[in-house]
């Protein structure tokens, strides 16, 4: 990782919690897709999470829904009739981390502390926001994984390479 930018920084930690994400998401066995955690499903947590990322971490004032979205699917307080299923979630997921890859390539550091058009908050405070934000939903994801499985999924750190694939693995 070049040290000597912002950007590149933010990339290759953007970068390696995408694969934490999807790994994560993929160490959830089936059985615990719809079983509820504080009154919600695990798979609205997930879509809470990804959905905060998908909109907070560019603009959230410069945002569109996606298309299977209806109002309060993401809201951990309000229960909801439309459920998403893994498939769903992965696609929607692939979606956010293209977007998120494509944007962090255009992010140069002198614009990390300029606000994004209609936005009241600059770039690194979206970013590092989000990243705030995701990975206080991770622990969680990863307190019911943990508790219902016994088993640790594996994070990255600093120090690992980002593998290639290999999603749904444990320590």
Aim: proline residues 5%; contains cysteine.
């Amino acid at each position: 990782m070049d040290e000597s930018s912002y950007t590149e920084i933010i990339k290759d930690e953007s970068n390696r919690a995408l694969w934490e994400v999807e790994n994560v998401i993929a160490c959830i066995p089936d059985e615990l897709w719809d079983k509820c955690y504080c009154e919600m499903p695990l798979w609205k947590h997930i879509y809470h999470m990804l959905h905060s990322l998908d909109q907070w971490y560019i603009n959230p004032r410069v945002y569109n829904q996606p298309s299977f979205h209806e109002k309060d699917l993401n809201n951990l307080d309000v229960q909801s009739n439309k459920r998403l299923n893994r498939e769903k979630m992965s696609h929607y997921f692939d979606l956010i981390k293209k977007k998120i890859i494509d944007y962090d390539n255009t992010l140069t550091d002198d614009i990390l502390l300029q606000k994004p058009d209609k936005c009241e908050w600059t770039r690194f405070t979206l970013i590092l926001a989000q990243h705030r934000h995701l990975h206080s939903h991770m622990g969680i994801l990863m307190g019911f994984i943990i508790e219902d499985t016994n088993m640790w999924p594996k994070t990255l750190g600093l120090e690992r390479p980002i593998p290639n694939g290999d999603f749904g693995t444990f320590f």
